[in-house]
T-cell receptor, first 117, second 110 residues
Framework: KAGVTQTPRYLIKTRGQQVTLSCSPI?????VSWYQQTPGQGLQFLFEYFSETQRNKGNFPGRFSGRQFSNSRSEMNVSTLELGDSALYLC????????????????FGPGTRLTVL | GQQLNQSPQSMFIQEGEDVSMNCTSS?????WLWYKQDPGEGPVLLIA?????ELTSNGRLTAQFGITRKDSFLNISASIPSDVGIYFC??????????FGGGTRVLVKP
């Protein structure tokens, strides 16, 4: 089974631009979560989608948004990029979503390294 | 929000040594997870703990879920060069949302 794939792997943008990152989950997985990883703040949860609906959201400004398609693929968008948005953006997929925590495992992709100049 | 304090922040290992790292929190959790991240990769789940007091092994790795449900530790026995990487503890909240500790960077002694 192929793992979680993320495209592109590397991206360079300038301040004020917007960017769209893509994530394809493991086949059969319907939950996709996004995380931002920076040296200063570590790994932080952005949002989770299941069955095309956002189920959980982290503490990020509205410039960060996402969506999920009927085939479970997900995209996240960052508008009006700031220097501080430079980070590794990780996507994780899981088979199920439970309202309370469940025992399902999350599998991470290799990430998209975004650099904002 | 929840905060996980992970220590040490970094450590040097010599091949054959046992190493230990831990995570503490001010809140009680029902699930503790340990991940490892290699350069250029996403985190990979090493061990999942679901019951207070639970001790679980995965090869040379052993992790325990603290009795108070506010802490967990990870041991690596007889370390080898490929143990180098960043180790993260994490707790799972509603749905699949993970909150991560700050990470322990494991490096090889020169």
């Amino acid at each position: 089974k192929a793992g979680v794939t993320q495209t592109p792997r590397y991206l360079i943008k300038t301040r004020g631009q917007q960017v769209t990152l893509s994530c394809s989950p493991i086949s059969g997985h319907r939950s996709v979560s996004w995380y931002q990883q920076t040296p200063g703040q570590g790994l932080q949860f952005l949002f989770e989608y299941f069955s095309e609906t956002q189920r959980n959201k982290g503490n990020f400004p509205g410039r960060f948004s996402g969506r999920q398609f009927s085939n479970s693929r997900s995209e996240m968008n960052v508008s009006t990029l700031e220097l501080g948005d430079s980070a590794l953006y990780l996507c994780a997929s899981s088979s199920m979503f439970y309202r309370r925590e469940g025992r399902n495992t999350q599998y991470f992709g290799p990430g998209t390294r975004l650099t904002v100049l | 929000g929840q905060q996980l304090n992970q220590s040490p922040q970094s450590m040097f290992i010599q091949e054959g040594e046992d190493v230990s790292m831990n995570c503490t929190s001010s809140s009680i959790f029902n699930t503790w997870l340990w991940y490892k991240q290699d350069p250029g990769e996403g985190p990979v789940l090493l061990i999942a703990l679901y019951k207070a007091g639970e001790l679980t092994s995965n090869g040379r790795l052993t992790a325990q879920f603290g009795i108070t449900r506010k802490d967990s530790f990870l041991n690596i026995s007889a370390s080898i060069p490929s143990d180098v990487g960043i180790y993260f503890c994490a707790i799972k909240a509603a749905g699949n949302k993970l909150t991560f500790g700050g990470g322990t960077r494991v490096l090889v002694k020169p």
